[in-house]
Structures are given as C-alpha cells and as structure tokens.
C-alpha cells in the first residue's frame, strides 16, 4: 500500500533528519516505527501522508507518488493521530469534532450522523457524545482524536507515541483497541514509539530508526534477536527478551529461542523444567 525509496529530508536551517528510508508497508498489516528521540520517527510518519515533502526521495501509496494524489483523497485513506491531543481536538463537543472529518469530505447530514455514531462505538465512548472536549481526560482525548479519524473510513491510520501520558491500565486498552481496529476492521495501523514492551504483544512488523535511516526491519522475532542493533539505536530489549538473553549468555541456559513475551517465556520455563526433570530421574 506505502512503498517508501531512499527518502531524505533536511530541515529549513539545515539539520538532516532522514538519510535514505527505503520502507514497504503492506495492506493490514500492523507496524511499529521504533526509534529514540531525534531518530526521525515523527519526521518519518510526517511524510506519509503529505504533510510533509521529500528533499530527495518519493512516497508512493498505491505505486502512485505521494504528491499527485489529490489532498482529499489522502486525507480520507491516511489519516493521522498526533502525539498530544490538545493538538488536534477543537471543536466544543465530541460529537462536533467527531463530524468535523467527514462533514468536510462534504458528506450530508444523516451520512456524518452514521459515521460519528459508528466511530465513537468503535472506541466504545458512544456515551460521551454531547460532552465536552475540556472535560475529558487524557486518556478519553486520545480515543476521541482515534474516533475523529475513524469516522473517515480510512485504510491508514497513523499514530505518533499515541501511549505518551497514559498511566499502564489506559496503555493497555488503548492498544487492544487498536488491535481490534486493525484485526476485525483491516485498518493497516502505523505507530511511531520507543515503548520496546508493546511491541511484540501487537505488532506484526518492526521498522528500527536511528539517525534517520532504518537500522533493522522484519518481525519483532528477527529485530529483537540482534541485541547489539538494538543499543545502538539506544533502545533497550522487551524486559522478558533481556531476561532471557541473559539466561542463554552468562548462565548458558539452553533456550530454543528467544521468548519476548510472558506468555513464550512461561511455556519454555516450563519446557527446561520438564527437560530437567526428566534428567534428574534418568
């Protein structure tokens, strides 16, 4: 769907933020572009959608450059979730910034009134229509600026650190929400973070960023193996996964992988238990 070749961009006062991204990102498929601060993930997501435009480079959606897509039909297949909030939301109301999307696409009334009700179930906040925008919480703005996406009907939906002031129990329902919009719904999901621990619970694919190119790209299975790339894009490993590769380094416990999930590294504790077991009665 997004095909991404040798992509540079070089801020207006001369500072390089991307230094030839070479990126594909299928139809349904859930990414992460993972990187630290000033790795040029914002600066990256920026560009798939228009807002902004290549120094050197292309973005092609659909194999079509980026730039000769008419504005509206970007905006209603990609649409952008920004880190703060406060950044996006503006009208009085949820229901008013809700139907801001879809009543600018120039749909009639009772069409904006469907897609705003559909939406706002789908972040399950169909009780908070007549509310106002001040009075929510964080946690509620976040879904509310999902929501106003939503009711676009895009087939992109990006994220820029959309967990970034959430406490853990929010985190957490705003990610299966998003896994359920990117499973039942087909959305193909973007999320810009450097929260190494979610990734490998919900995303099916990894983009590494460091510097503004792509230090390592594949499943959270692939990327995560390399614990040496993984400092040097100042990151560190899935908490689990560097428990495990200490196992296997320096107590040279014997692992048939890498688990990077409590749920894979419960089954294979358990599996060397039953080995060892089996050892000891022999």
Known sequence: ?????????????????????????????????????????????????????????????????????????????????????????????????????????????????????RALHLVEMQDY???????????????????????????????????????????HSLMHLLEDLNKKERITMIMATHVVDLVPLFMSRIAILHKGQVLRFGSPEEVFADPQAIEKAQLHLPLVAELMHVLKSKDHVKLHHIPLTVGEARREILRLLSVQEMISRV
């Open 1 to 117: 769907m997004l095909k991404i070749e040798n992509l540079h961009y070089t801020y207006e006062d001369g500072t390089p933020a991307l230094n030839g991204i070479d990126l594909e990102i299928a139809q349904g498929e859930f990414l992460a572009i993972l990187g630290a601060n000033g790795s040029g993930k914002s600066t990256l997501i920026k560009h798939l959608n228009g807002l902004y435009h290549p120094t050197l480079g292309r973005v092609l959606l659909d194999g079509k450059p980026i730039e000769r897509v008419e504005d509206k039909e970007i905006f209603s297949r990609i649409g952008i979730v920004f880190q703060d909030p406060n950044d996006q939301l503006f009208a009085s109301t949820v229901e008013e910034d809700v139907a801001f999307g879809p009543t600018n696409m120039g749909l009639g009334p009772e069409e904006v009134k469907e897609r705003v009700h």
């Open 129 to 171: 229509g007549r509310k106002a925008i001040h009075a929510l919480s964080h946690g509620q703005k976040k879904r509310i600026c999902v929501a106003g996406v939503l009711a676009m009907e895009p087939q992109v939906i990006i994220l820029d650190e959309p967990t970034a002031g959430l406490d853990p129990v929010s985190v």
